[in-house]
């Protein structure tokens, strides 16, 4: 479950990305930090340029007027297009910053230039005008601005007249640093047609790093007959606003390849089992075009299963117009169910292209009891003659009735001191039977139980399996009294050493107060003398 506190982020980061800001871009303006994208800096020397994002600063001239300060004459271009010629101060007022903004151009609230001094950097910048080759230090904004980023994929490149659909994804992104709204985006399928889902969406606002997607398909043109095929282009187009009410378009495509039918039909099926028979599977292909195909067929089988006698699962093969191609093999369960078996797949080329045609799913259900048998031992590690309790399940996880029959078998000079050794049971599906009993081992080591024996009898096939042995350490009697002595021993020395510890504090409490009776007996014998 998904905390209330992260589902209230997770909402508020949703309503973020969908919901209308205009309020509150509408309250920046240019003197607001916010307002700007900073896009970089540079250094110039009179007749330098900087150049970005298509605009061009141009340093063209100074000039020192006394007691007024350092000016610097600034041109803004765009190409070759002049669009300010400013005169800025460059000279400026600090105190203890070491970094200060000296001037600014702002134009037409798109662009702003800062010349500012950065005394660490360069001492020089606090008054620039007053060395040789003067030099002036800048900062270059631009506004703010949305940027629209479209991707449009498809399910597939190539097609054949004989598919159905066109599955559509559109993905759209503002990738820029501000609000873009009244957003719409359009799929122009050209000369196909739709089929489902929506051509258009349309939002109010999408805010910044955020992206919208949808879907849709089309259909699969059943006129195609020349064997190179058709090209088909797809278009995904956009417009939107940004707070100015500039507009924004964008527009992206995909293309795909429709050929021609190729009537190939590939046919998989198997018949169910039990778990003592091999399950032979049947692959038919049929060639119903009018040319001749070179195709190469591919099957997997389920991980349950087993391939009988090292069959090939690849085949390739010539197959003439009107022409049937059967192939078989066998494979071997390893347990009941219903297992989901994959499809065939048949791949042949086509003007350049790889085409797969694939056959549909089927299933198998394998009949049988499995039983599976569990062996517990405790304790893990005992003493000669100490009861050890021994417990053994067996369930049975098929689909039909057995007879189970059980022995277990216990190490060699062990002796049972109560209990069954030994099951007669009839396990339905899902059921389970347990024995339980008691020895004693008159060894020592390590000893591995060994499995037990089961027999089977039921309607088809049964498998038998058994779960990892336990292993039982044995010590002998004086060892295990040694230990325990060894540590009530430990246990004892441990308290002794713990108790003067505990008495010093009484012991000396008790050697001042002898101390001070004498002092006070001393003093009174004196004093009556």
Known sequence: MIPCK?????????????ASIHVVSATLDPSDPEYWDDVGDATLYKGDTYDAKGYTVAFLDYESIPFEGDFVFVQLRRGDHVLNESILNATCNMSDETIAVCDELIWNDEVKIEIYADTEEDPRSKSPINWPNPCIHINFYLRKMPDISLDLSTNCETYTAQDSLIYLTAEVENGGDAVIKNLSVAID?????????????????????????????????????TSEG????????????????????ESTSAEILVLPRFDLKIRKSVENITMEERARVRIDVENLGKDALSIEVNDTIPEEFRLCDSENLNWRYMIASGE??????????????IFAVPPATATFSANGKTINITSKNCTLAVDGAYIEVNKTAQPAIVTPDENLTVIVAATNTGNKDAVVELRDRVPAGARVTSGNTTMHETLSEGQT???????????????TLEPPVVAVTGHGYSRVTTSQMPVIEVIDAAGANLTLYDRNNATSRSEAEKTPTRRLPVMVLYEIMLAASTLALVYLISRFR
């Open 6 to 18: 992260m589902t209230i982020t997770i909402m508020v980061a949703v309503m973020l990305c969908t």
């Open 189 to 225: 399928p050209g000369k196909l047609r739709w089929a489902h889902g929506d051509l258009t969406r349309h939002w109010s606002s999408l805010n910044f790093d955020c992206e919208e997607e949808f879907h849709a398909s089309l259909q699969v043109p059943s006129w195609i007959i």
């Open 230 to 249: 058709e090209s088909f282009v797809i278009f995904l187009n956009a417009t939107g606003f940004d707070e100015k009410d500039v507009m924004y378009s």
């Open 433 to 447: 039977s347990t024995i339980s009993y008691t020895i004693t081992l008159n060894t020592s080591g390590k000893i």
């Open 324 to 337: 049937v191609v059967h192939y078989s093999y066998f494979m071997k369960p390893t347990r009941p169910g």
